[in-house]
Nanobody, 125 residues
Framework: QVQLVESGGGQVQAGGSLRLSCAAS????????MGWFRQAPGKEREFVAA????????HHADAVKGRFTISRDNAKNTVYLQMNSLKPEDTAVYYC??????????????????WGQGTQVTVSS
């Protein structure tokens, strides 16, 4: 059973930066493609970014493209989400997710097998 634990969330002013981390355990990390999703109050969980098992291929949602960057360190069993130029509309609970397979082409929650508990990101104006 794979376990994912997010960290790095918090409160920041608009224009600021945060780096989220997601530590994985209980499985062979390089067997999984990884993703980040977020869920704001009253809204559905939405795709933020995904990357392949090697980290060589990444996809970012249009809303975050150019501001957020997903990456991974397979030696540390960790995936990251660097968030720059944060906006109030980025406020949400951010979730790390893992899926069996190597491709980064996964944009829907049902494509992922394991989820973390989430970390709150709050951006004030």
């Amino acid at each position: 059973q794979v376990q994912l634990v997010e960290s790095g969330g918090g409160q920041v002013q608009a224009g600021g930066s945060l780096r989220l981390s997601c530590a994985a355990s209980g499985g062979t990390f390089r067997n999984f493609a990884m993703g980040w999703f977020r869920q704001a109050p009253g809204k559905e969980r939405e795709f933020v970014a995904a990357l392949s098992w090697s980290g060589g291929t990444t996809h970012h949602a249009d809303a975050v493209k150019g501001r957020f960057t997903i990456s991974r360190d397979n030696a540390k069993n960790t995936v990251y989400l660097q968030m720059n130029s944060l906006k109030p509309e980025d406020t949400a609970v951010y979730y790390c997710a893992a899926r069996y397979g190597t491709s980064a082409n996964a944009y829907y929650t049902q494509q992922y097998n394991y989820w973390g508990q989430g970390t709150q990101v709050t951006v004030s104006s």
